[in-house]
């Protein structure tokens, strides 16, 4: 049967031929089928003759149109594929009361962490009603505070968000982005706090936060900004340059700092030491290597001095004291050291190795108070410990439990010698955040003179987090591996075999999953649903081999891990395959499609949001894109092509194959995932689909990655994406 067709009356048998249960699945008439119509005839996707030639062998291409984003044809089938997919994902049993339920779970006030500039304290706070966070400013904690900037007004859809701020040196202006619908390209605007009012500068043709640094004097920043092409726009595709702007001027006026000629894919951005007396230039070529230069902005010519160019790991900046750089690195140290460079005695040999590595990963790192504030990943969750800058350990700040901690804000180290340091320790402090799977991101001071952690403003929500309880296990991927994997459930739960289960993923970008609060795992833990997050390599949990791991070539070993632990889920008796959903979101759009390519028989419904699909051509997209090579290889090399078209979705739907219901999501203003990934994938896997399980292709007009997206619109979107899940595993019934 064409895989154009879905009919309830060929439910029940395509389900069987499928090798599915047919005990729970939905016998209801045409009138009363979820999706509210007779039939779902999916849109007819051209199919040109398109292919390529890789290393010979010939690749069809036959959606290649599809990367025309802003063509008629494009445009139609989106409109098509709409149409098909909101009456459908609106009619589903449920959705109205998940999409009410979630309203509500969203709706809870939280506090970010704080940071401190010109004396005055800058937090961020969301009421849980306005669809962005308001940033605020107050010249003590608790006391009165006054709106610095509130994004809520910038669009009445709030679509238009702010991207990210940075506050001048004295507290007295802000530099802050805009995005608008979902893309990561932004325009960059300056606020006056004193009158309250923007002033008349818009800066152009930068993307994501845009890499805004303020210079010591607060008359001006360094921003990252693309060159045009000939037709006048900005270019992605080429490398980003670092300018000076000058507030008050015209963007015309603006001043090149730096720009790379040695190479075609670094990328610059810049940062200006606390102190002022420095930039600092970091050179990026993907995720895995990059160089750091330097101008010391007391001298008139500021010549650039490449203080580390090796391109043997990646070196972060963690901050400066007068001439001595901190660097957190993994040269040499795959868990990750800190290392100190006085730039009388810059030589690898005479750097000065204040944290060691360790048997735990340093995730990730700060200065401020004082000390480096060392946040260490155990078996993929955090604690936090204090080193002196001498390099002296100095105990650890004690968490409120199994958890995560982000977003560490310290005050920074003034200039002088080390041990002249440790008389102010009494008068610093430093702020985090913590979360867990059922536990808010709620604030914390730490205070130095005390060594007392307390909290500052602790989130409360609607969601009854003492039912349920998050442990860790531990299970055996393909090759042996001992991969870790929270689960998270209700307290009461015995069980049998038959729980509804959401496995979701990254494994990838040496980014880790810990434990994190979020409302859409509030709903799936409501519905009575298992939540099973398992630590993938390809992530960072535990240092570079385990990123490493999970890369290139070795790409597989993040799928293998994903389905072992779907295996595990089963084996040990807590469900199903047709009660395991699995979802993912960019990288993890990758892995929950490519697994489900490999083992469609395992799953019960599978969610690719915003993912990257087609791995053969995802780096001609732009330069950013290209970056992740690092991560993926390109097709451009034979060894890195035959691994990628292996796994690569795009490339292995199998024609006339049962699938499980599917929901490919994304949104047509995703300018870092591009669209086109989706609608390929989309297109291709409806016309391969052999039997009645749905596949939607969701589409945001106004939407993109993810990043600024309203709350509004990421109830929707949690919504369509729980009912259709609840509907495919027989939950509503």
């Known amino acids: 049967m064409s895989g154009r067709w879905v009919t309830a009356v060929a439910l029940l048998m395509l389900a069987t031929a499928c090798g599915q249960d047919t005990e729970n699945m939905n016998t209801e008439t045409p009138e009363t089928a979820a999706a509210g119509t007779e039939s779902m005839h999916y849109p007819v996707a051209r199919r040109s003759d398109h292919s390529d030639d890789y290393f010979g062998t010939e690749v069809p291409d036959p959606y290649r149109w599809m990367e025309d984003l802003d063509s008629p044809e494009v445009a139609n089938w989106v409109t098509a594929q709409n149409a ?31 940071m401190k500039r010109g004396g005055r304290y800058f937090f961020e706070v969301s009421d849980g009603v306005a669809n962005h966070p308001v940033l605020y400013v107050a ?4 006391g009165e505070a006054e709106i610095a900037i509130d994004p809520n007004g910038f669009s009445e859809d709030g679509t238009i968000a702010m991207a990210s701020f940075a ?17 990561d390209w932004i325009t960059i605007h300056v606020r006056d706090l004193t009158t309250g009012q923007d002033l008349d500068e818009v800066l152009r043709d930068a993307k994501f936060g845009g890499g805004i640094s303020w210079l010591a004097d607060s008359a001006g920043f360094v921003y990252n900004r693309y060159p045009l092409d000939e037709n006048g726009r900005a270019d992605d595709g080429q490398q980003a340059r670092v300018f000076y702007h000058r507030v008050g001027d015209p963007q015309t006026r603006d001043v090149l700092v730096y720009a790379v000629t040695d190479h075609p894919r670094r990328q610059p951005s810049g940062e200006v030491t606390e102190d002022g007396a420095y930039l600092l230039l970091t050179i990026t070529e993907g995720y895995f290597e990059n ?33 001595r750089f901190y660097f957190k690195t993994n040269a040499g140290a795959p868990n990750g050291r800190v290392i100190a460079i006085d730039l009388d005695r810059p030589t690898p040999d005479q750097w000065r ?15 401020g108070a004082d000390h480096v504030v060392l946040h260490y ?73 005390r060594r007392a952690v307390e909290p500052l403003e602790a989130a409360a929500t609607p969601f009854d987090g003492e039912a349920y309880l998050t442990r860790q296990v531990f299970y055996a991927s393909k090759d042996g591996t001992r991969i870790p994997m929270f689960l998270t459930h209700r307290k009461d739960l015995e069980p049998d075999g038959q729980q509804p289960t959401l496995l979701y993923g990254y494994g990838g970008f040496n980014q880790a999953l810990t434990p994190g609060y979020s409302s859409r795992w509030a709903i799936w833990l409501e519905m009575g649903g298992i939540l099973a997050i398992p630590n993938l390599r390809g992530g960072g949990e535990y240092g570079k081999r385990w990123h490493e791991a999970g890369t290139k070539l070795q790409k597989q070993n993040v799928f293998d891990d994903f389905i072992a632990a779907a295996e595990w889920l089963i084996d040990e008796g807590y469900t199903r395959p047709d009660k395991l959903a699995i979802f993912g979101g960019s990288n993890g759009g990758l892995l929950v499609a490519a697994c489900m390519l490999q083992r469609p028989e395992l799953f019960g419904a599978v969610v690719p949001a915003v993912g990257v699909l087609d791995m053969l051509r995802y780096h001609t997209a732009s330069a950013n894109a290209r970056m992740w090579a690092t991560d993926y290889g390109t097709s451009e090399n034979e060894d890195e092509f035959r691994a990628q078209y292996a796994y690569s979705p795009l490339h292995n739907v199998v024609p006339e194959t049962c699938y499980p219901p ?28 052999s039997c009645a399980n749905p596949v939607v292709v969701r589409i945001e007009t106004r939407g993109g990655h993810g990043a600024g997206k309203p709350k509004w619109m990421r109830i929707e979107e949690e919504a369509d994406r729980f009912a259709f899940v609840r509907q495919a595993l027989g939950m509503s019934r």
């Open 167 to 183: 506050v001048s040196p004295d507290g007295r202006k802000i530099a802050y982005a805009r995005s608008d619908g979902g893309t």
């Open 353 to 367: 190795v204040v944290v060691p590595e360790k048997e735990t990963p340093i995730y990730a790192a700060s200065l």
């Open 377 to 449: 990943l155990t078996d993929a969750h955090s604690t936090v410990n204090l080193v002196r800058l001498d390099g002296t350990p100095d105990g650890e700040i004690a968490l409120p439990g199994l958890g995560t901690v982000y977003g560490i804000n310290a005050i920074k180290p003034s200039s002088g010698d080390e041990d002249k340091l440790s008389s102010r320790l009494g008068d610093e402090e430093i702020f985090f955040g913590f979360t867990s799977y059922v536990d808010p991101a709620s604030t914390y001071r730490f205070e130095m003179s």
């Open 84 to 114: 098909i997919a909101r009456p459908y994902l609106e009619s589903l049993p449920e959705r109205e009361q998940i999409r009410e339920r979630a309203e509500t779970l969203w709706s809870y006030k939280s506090w970010g962490v704080p």
């Open 139 to 142: 010249k003590d904690l608790g």
């Open 291 to 323: 160089g750091v230069y330097y101008m010391d902005l007391r001298q008139p010519e500021r010549p650039v001095v490449r203080l580390i160019d090796l391109w043997d790991g990646r070196y972060e900046f963690l901050g400066s004291n007068g001439q």
């Open 662 to 689: 599917t929901l490919v999501q994304t949104g047509d203003h995703d300018d870092r995932v591009v669209s086109w990934h989706s609608f390929k994938f989309g297109a291709e896997l409806q016309q391969a689909q």
